[in-house]
């Protein structure tokens, strides 16, 4: 596949690695080349099979405005747009475009999203309250993170009740995420501590392979049994 990765910050420095790994072609940009998304013009987003995107909360929007008005295949890392997940849907929609995004693309943050669920579901009648810890690197943008928020809506879709989060910028944090289930009685906790950013970055390059020969809008946790 011809991938363009845009951000080449530490996750999409990770990406591009692994993509080539892969055996993918693979073009980068960054802010300086791609302000406000002006290097996406139609004819060189029509270049690349799939686009990645690690960059910032801001940037993302326009470059997703601008690569699926094009009909452009877009998997989405980047965290902390999810206010316009509306208009990106319908425009990736209209377009026929592929637009993939995720909050977490690592195996275990996937399986703790269903452990989260199955938490809920279990505990909800037995008088367990919920809660989210997580803490991440002191550059981070977005808080609390986006894997914090689809912990949280994983249980309250179980438990119809809200989950608070409380958000820790520390050091050099790559993502630790505890979810707390607490009773008179006891206290259930279940914890993902990632040691290194290449389970996200794996899991990104595995869904532009999957998003590459499809069109319509996915949320990464629907389909990653897939891949
Ligand atoms: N979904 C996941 O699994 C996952 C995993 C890790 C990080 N993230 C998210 O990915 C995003 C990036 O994280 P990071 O730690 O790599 O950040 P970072 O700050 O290290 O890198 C972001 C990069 O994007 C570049 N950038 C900004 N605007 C741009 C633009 N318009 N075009 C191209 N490049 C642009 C910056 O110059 C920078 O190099 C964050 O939102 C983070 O929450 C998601
Ligand atoms: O380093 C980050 O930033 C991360 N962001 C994602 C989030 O907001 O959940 C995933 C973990 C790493």
Redesign the pocket.
């Known amino acids: 596949m011809r991938v363009l990765i845009?951000?080449?910050?530490?996750?999409?420095?990770l990406v591009a690695e692994i993509a080539r790994e892969r055996g993918h072609s693979v073009s980068v940009?960054?802010?300086?080349?791609?302000?406000?998304?002006r290097?996406l013009t139609p004819p060189f987003v029509a270049g690349f099979d799939v686009v990645i995107d690690?960059?910032?909360?801001?940037?993302?929007i326009?470059?997703m405005r601008a690569c699926l008005a094009t009909g452009a295949k877009m998997v989405v890392?980047?965290?902390?747009w999810y206010s316009h997940l509306a208009d990106m849907r319908g425009l990736a929609e209209r377009k026929h475009a592929g637009l993939l995004y995720?909050?977490?693309?690592?195996v275990g943050?996937q399986v703790m999203l269903q452990l989260a669920q199955r938490m809920g579901e279990a505990l909800k009648s037995a008088g367990y309250t919920f809660s989210i810890d997580e803490s991440h690197?002191v550059?981070?943008?977005?808080s609390p993170?986006?894997?914090a928020i689809s912990l949280a809506e994983a249980v309250e879709s179980a438990t119809g009740g809200k989950v608070p989060i409380t958000a820790k910028r520390e050091g050099d944090v790559m993502?630790l995420h505890t979810l707390n289930a607490r009773s008179g009685a006891d206290k259930l906790v279940l914890t993902h501590e990632a040691f290194s950013?290449r389970g996200?970055a794996e899991?990104?390059v595995r869904a532009a392979e999957w998003l590459a020969t499809r069109t319509g809008c996915y949320d990464?946790r629907d389909v990653f049994a897939q891949m």
């Not at 940009?29 to 998304?37: C, F, I, P, S």
């Not at 550059?139 to 977005?142: A, P």
């Open positions: 845009l951000g080449m910050g530490k996750t999409g420095k940009l960054d802010a300086k080349e791609n302000a406000g998304a290097a690690f960059t910032t909360p801001e940037g993302v326009h470059n890392g980047t965290t902390g995720g909050t977490n693309f690592s943050v690197h550059g981070k943008l977005d993170s986006g894997t993502g950013r996200f899991g990104a990464f």
